[in-house]
T-cell receptor, first 112, second 112 residues
Framework: AQSVSQHNHHVILSEAASLELGCNYS??????LFWYVQYPGQHLQLLLK??????LVKGIKGFEAEFIKSKFSFNLRKPSVQWSDTAEYFC??????????FGQGTTLQVKP | ETGVTQTPRHLVMGMTNKKSLKCEQH?????MYWYKQSAKKPLELMFV???????ENNSVPSRFSPECPNSSHLFLHLHTLQPEDSALYLC???????????FGSGTRLTVV
């Protein structure tokens, strides 16, 4: 069965530190990958997505993610985090049946 | 506002009550979804409706009963719930064939 796993459950960083959140998926076929963010008390918002082409995907708010097919990974990165990036981050994968499957989520806390 | 509206935002109900969650989308999408978000667990896909027809039921207990009267509205009818059903229930919509899901803000359900 298709699944998504996020290695870091809770990450604490200081402002200006670099961020990398791990995501691995298990699905052998064509897969579309997403990162969503959920700010406190708000709805899930799409940060970025990968369908095909350049494996380095740039999203909103300075985030980017790299698709590495050989590692089944789609890690999220940001060179310098801000206090406003404090949120929960979800990696998700969609199979060709259109189901969107989420990882457990990573809570990011950025200290000012 | 995301274009997907969920009501109520918060709901407290007893185990013998019957209540309903409502989701409405104003995006012209033809697929709608219910997800359950519990602490420390991945978002769980509960039901998928495509063109008002239920196409997926992920082994959800019968105390949860979805209804999709038209492509803009989705309900989740609740009866005789258990305390472990307390969670954030998220509705999402998409256009089948497209990969963008739009999420509502969710209903925070507490079963007492």
């Amino acid at each position: 069965a298709q699944s998504v796993s996020q290695h870091n459950h809770h990450v604490i960083l200081s402002e200006a530190a670099s961020l990398e959140l791990g995501c691995n998926y298990s699905y052998g076929g064509t897969v579309n990958l997403f990162w969503y963010v959920q700010y406190p008390g708000q709805h899930l918002q799409l940060l970025l997505k990968y369908f095909s082409g350049d494996p380095l995907v740039k999203g909103i708010k300075g985030f980017e993610a790299e698709f590495i097919k050989s590692k089944f990974s789609f890690n999220l990165r940001k060179p310098s985090v801000q206090w406003s990036d404090t949120a929960e981050y979800f990696c998700a994968a969609m199979s060709n049946t259109g189901k969107l499957i989420f990882g457990q989520g990573t809570t990011l806390q950025v200290k000012p | 506002e995301t274009g997907v509206t969920q009501t109520p935002r918060h709901l407290v109900m007893g185990m013998t009550n019957k209540k309903s969650l409502k989701c409405e989308q104003h995006l012209g999408h033809n697929a709608m979804y219910w997800y359950k978000q519990s602490a420390k667990k991945p978002l769980e896909l509960m039901f998928v409706y495509s063109l008002e027809e239920r196409v997926e039921n992920n082994s959800v207990p019968s105390r949860f009963s979805p209804e999709c009267p038209n492509s803009s509205h989705l309900f989740l009818h609740l009866h005789t719930l258990q305390p472990e059903d307390s969670a954030l229930y998220l509705c999402a919509s998409s256009q089948r064939g497209d990969y963008g899901y739009t999420f509502g803000s969710g209903t925070r359900l507490t079963v007492v």
